[in-house]
């Protein structure tokens, strides 16, 4: 099977910066998209960034200029840079990882995505 577990998560005062990580384990063979969501209390879970394994991006508007993903698909790990925190970027922050092959049983499986546990993420002002 897959895990996610993620990592990087605190609190800060706004204007400071966290780095947000997230690695995939088990017999992964390759992972299409990675990404981070995240969800505030009260409101819906909303995409923050997501990456290819090619390296395209794509961030909602809200983070744009502020926070950068990336990925080293080697150890199939997802990290988010967040700068210039503002106190609503606080929220749970929880790692995507989607179409995922990898190995089960002897034979390649394939899942449409996993799921971290969440990390939470907290920008006082």
């Known amino acids: 099977q897959v895990q996610l577990v993620e990592s990087g998560g605190g609190l800060v005062q706004a204007g400071g910066s966290l780095r947000l990580s997230c690695a995939a384990s088990?017999?992964?063979?390759?992972?299409?998209?990675m990404g981070w969501y995240r969800q505030a209390p009260g409101k819906q879970r909303e995409l923050v960034a997501v990456?290819?394994?090619?390296?395209?991006?794509n961030y909602a508007d809200s983070v744009k200029g502020r926070f950068t993903i990336s990925r080293d698909n080697a150890k199939n790990t997802v990290y988010l840079q967040m700068n210039s925190l503002k106190p609503e970027d606080t929220a749970v922050y929880s790692c995507?990882?989607?179409?995922?092959?990898?190995?089960?049983?002897?034979?390649?499986?394939?899942?449409?995505?996993?799921w971290g546990q969440g990390t939470q993420v907290t920008v006082s002002s």
């Open positions: 088990g017999s992964i063979i390759s992972i299409n998209a």
């Open positions: 990456i290819t394994r090619g390296g395209s991006t």
């Open positions: 995507n990882a989607g179409g995922i092959t990898y190995y089960s049983g002897g034979t390649s499986q394939y899942a449409s995505d996993y």
